[in-house]
C-alpha cells in the first residue's frame, strides 16, 4: 500500500513539477523579508498581570498599556500595506544609528529601552510614594557605534571599567574621560558573557574627549515592598514607562488613583521625571478607544496635538489629558470625577 502511494506521489511530482516550482518560488518571494516594519494597528492591555507590587493595594478601575502591532516586513506584509487602510510601513533605517546595524542592534535597543523605563518607573513611583528604595547598581551598555569614531566596542557590550577603574553612573565615566590624560584608553566589557579588554581610541570633541560610541544606563533598586515585572518576550521599548510608574505608585498607597476608571496612556518616563514624547502615538489612541478606555494620557507637545487633531477628525469619545511630568499625571488622575 506504501509502495502504491509512493509511486503516486512520484508520478504526480514528475507530472507537475513545473507547478510545484513554481509555488515554491511564489511562496519564498512573498515571505521574503523586506527593510520594514509593518505597523497594523494599535489596542490596551490590563498592566496588573505585568507590574506587580508586593501586597500592593487593588483597584476598581484599571491602568492600561498602549500599544502597537507591528510586524517584521515580507514582501507580502509590504504590498498589503498599500491596500489595507491603516497599516503603516516605516523603514527599519529609521530605527538604525548606522547603515551597518542590523535587526539585533534595534531588539536590543529596544529591550534596553524598557529595562531603563522600568527602573525610572520604581525610582519615581517609590518617591512619589515616600517608601524605601535605596540603588545598588548601575549598567552601562554600548547601544550605538559612529562611522566617524571607528574602535574596538560593539553594540550590546557592558561597559564595566575604563582605565582600571570602574564607575557607579554614567556621568562620573564621562567626567573621567573629560580629563584624562592620553590619545587612547584600555576599556573592560562584558561580550557573550565574556570579560575582555579592548584598547580603544578617544576621540576630542570640543573641549573634551569621549569614545564616540552612544551609551545608556539601567539602574536596579532595593525597593520595599518588592516589585517584579513579567513583560512578554516581545514587549519592548520605552512608551510604557508613564503607565508603569502610575500604576506601581497606585499600588504602594491607599486609595484608587484610576477613579474606577479605565485609563490608558502612552509616554516614556525619563530620569528627570519627565513624560517623553512616543512615535505612532494616533495608532495607540485609536487602540484606547477601540479597547473601551474612559482616559488616553499623552505626552504634552507634539503628541498631545496629534491626538487632539485625530480626535477631532474621527469624533472619538474619550478624555484626553496632556502631561509633562509624572507629577502632572498624578495630580490630574486625582481630580478625575
Not at 32 to 58: L, T
Not at 136 to 157: Q, R
Request: net charge negative.
Amino acid at each position: 500500500m506504501l509502495k502504491k502511494f509512493y509511486e503516486k506521489v512520484k508520478d504526480f511530482i514528475k507530472s507537475e513539477y513545473k507547478f510545484i516550482l513554481f509555488l515554491i518560488i511564489f511562496y519564498v518571494v512573498l515571505s521574503w523579508p523586506v527593510n520594514y516594519y509593518i505597523i497594523i494597528g494599535g489596542g490596551i492591555s490590563d498592566i496588573s498581570d505585568r507590574v506587580v507590587v508586593e501586597d500592593g493595594y487593588s483597584s476598581d478601575g484599571s491602568f492600561n498599556l498602549s500599544y502597537v502591532s507591528e510586524l517584521k516586513g515580507t514582501t507580502i506584509s509590504y504590498l498589503l500595506s498599500y491596500v489595507i487602510p491603516n497599516w503603516k510601513r516605516v523603514d527599519i533605517d529609521d530605527y538604525k544609528y548606522t547603515t551597518d546595524e542590523d535587526y539585533e542592534d534595534i531588539e536590543f535597543r529596544s529591550s534596553l529601552d524598557l529595562e531603563y523605563s522600568n527602573s525610572n518607573a520604581i525610582y519615581y513611583a517609590y518617591q512619589l510614594a515616600d517608601r524605601p528604595c535605596k540603588l545598588v547598581s548601575t549598567e552601562i551598555y554600548i547601544i550605538a557605534k559612529f562611522e566617524e569614531y571607528p574602535n574596538s566596542l560593539e553594540v550590546g557590550d557592558q561597559l564595566l571599567s575604563v582605565d582600571g577603574k570602574e564607575f557607579s553612573t554614567l556621568a562620573e565615566y564621562q567626567e573621567y574621560l573629560r580629563r584624562f590624560d592620553g590619545d587612547s584608553i584600555v576599556v573592560k566589557v562584558l561580550r557573550d558573557d565574556k570579560e575582555i579588554e579592548v584598547t580603544c581610541k578617544l576621540y576630542q570633541e570640543d573641549d573634551y574627549k569621549v569614545l564616540g560610541v552612544g551609551l545608556q544606563s539601567t539602574s536596579t533598586y532595593d525597593t520595599d515592598p518588592k516589585v517584579d515585572f513579567h513583560f512578554e518576550a516581545n514587549e519592548s521599548g520605552p512608551s510604557a514607562g508613564l503607565i508603569t510608574t502610575l500604576s506601581i505608585y497606585d499600588q504602594l498607597t491607599k486609595g484608587d488613583l484610576t477613579g474606577d476608571f479605565n485609563i490608558a496612556g502612552t509616554g516614556t518616563i525619563e530620569a528627570d521625571g519627565s513624560i517623553g514624547q512616543i512615535g505612532e502615538v494616533e495608532y495607540k489612541l485609536l487602540g484606547a478607544v477601540d479597547g473601551g478606555a474612559d482616559v488616553f494620557l499623552v505626552p504634552a507637545g507634539e503628541n498631545y496635538q496629534d491626538c487632539k487633531k485625530l480626535m477631532k477628525e474621527d469624533d472619538l469619545d474619550i478624555k484626553l489629558i496632556p502631561v509633562e511630568t509624572i507629577y502632572d499625571a498624578v495630580d490630574a488622575l486625582k481630580e478625575l470625577k
